[in-house]
Nanobody
Framework: QEQLVESGGGSVQAGGSLRLSCAAS?????????????MGWFRQAPGKEREGVAV????????YYVDSVKGRFTISRDTAKNTLYLQMNSLKPEDTAMYYC???????????????????WGQGTQVTVSS
C-alpha cells in the first residue's frame, strides 16, 4: 500500500533552519522517474487554505516554488531511498503551518503547485517559527 511518512518538523526561532523528510513506500519504483510523477510539499496554517510550497517533477527534476519561499527553501529527493526533502532556511513566523508531503501523476494542464493530480498524502508535520 502506498504511503508517505513525513518527519523533521519542530519549533525554531526566526532565522533558523529545519529539514523535512518524506519517506515514500509501496509505490511502483517506475513512478519515481516518470516525467508525469510529481512529489511536493504543501502547507496549511490555521484558518488558511492549503498551498503548494515546493514541487518536483521526478522525471526531469524540475522544481517549482511559491514566491514566498524562493531563495529560502530547497526541495530535493534521494531516488535510492525514495525520500523527498525540504530544506528550509531563514525561516519566518509566517512559515508556521502543518506541512504535508504529497505525490501523484499530474496531467500536462495541471499547475505544478496546485493540488490537482496529488492523490497520495502524508499525515503532516508541524513547523512552528517564533519571532
Amino acid at each position: 500500500q502506498e504511503q508517505l511518512v513525513e518527519s523533521g518538523g519542530g519549533s525554531v526561532q526566526a532565522g533558523g533552519s529545519l529539514r523535512l523528510s518524506c519517506a515514500a513506500s509501496g509505490y511502483p519504483s517506475s513512478a519515481y522517474t516518470s516525467s508525469r510523477y510529481y512529489m511536493g510539499w504543501f502547507r496549511q496554517a490555521p484558518g488558511k487554505e492549503r498551498e503548494g510550497v515546493a514541487v518536483i517533477d521526478t522525471g526531469g527534476d524540475s522544481s517549482y516554488y511559491v514566491d514566498s519561499v524562493k531563495g529560502r527553501f530547497t526541495i530535493s529527493r534521494d531516488t535510492a531511498k525514495n525520500t523527498l526533502y525540504l530544506q528550509m532556511n531563514s525561516l519566518k513566523p509566517e512559515d508556521t503551518a502543518m506541512y504535508y508531503c504529497a505525490a501523484g501523476f499530474k496531467a500536462y494542464w495541471h499547475s505544478p503547485l496546485s493540488q490537482s493530480g496529488f492523490n497520495l498524502w502524508g499525515q503532516g508535520t508541524q513547523v512552528t517559527v517564533s519571532s
